[in-house]
Nanobody, 114 residues
């Protein structure tokens, strides 16, 4: 079955950077569109970024544009999210998501605070 395991979250100061990873298994990763979502305390889950199966096309939420970069290594079945210039309002649990087949990871906590 679909398994998605995120890692790389943690506590970072405003202006800092983090790189999230998502290890995928149980499906053909190289054929799947992948996304990152996030959920801040008390708020609904929101879309962050999407990448096509081959990695040639990306889409970003306005909040992520120019600061975050989604990428993938199909040879390693791994999805990434490079986050730069982090702000306190980026604090959230970040989820790796496969569109087809459908699946969500357990999430990794990102906290941006001084």
């Amino acid at each position: 079955q679909v398994q998605l395991v995120e890692s790389g979250g943690g506590l970072v100061q405003p202006g800092g950077s983090l790189r999230l990873s998502c290890a995928a298994s149980g499906f053909i990763f190289s054929s799947s569109v992948m996304r990152w979502y996030r959920q801040a305390p008390g708020k609904a889950r929101e879309f962050v970024a999407q990448i096509s199966s081959a990695g040639g096309s990306t889409v970003y939420a306005d909040s992520a544009k120019d600061r975050f970069t989604i990428s993938r290594e199909n040879s390693k079945n791994t999805l990434y999210l490079q986050m730069n210039n982090l702000r306190p309002d980026d604090t959230a649990v970040y989820y790796c998501v496969t569109i087809s087949p459908s699946g969500w990871g357990q999430g990794t906590q990102v906290t941006v605070s001084s």
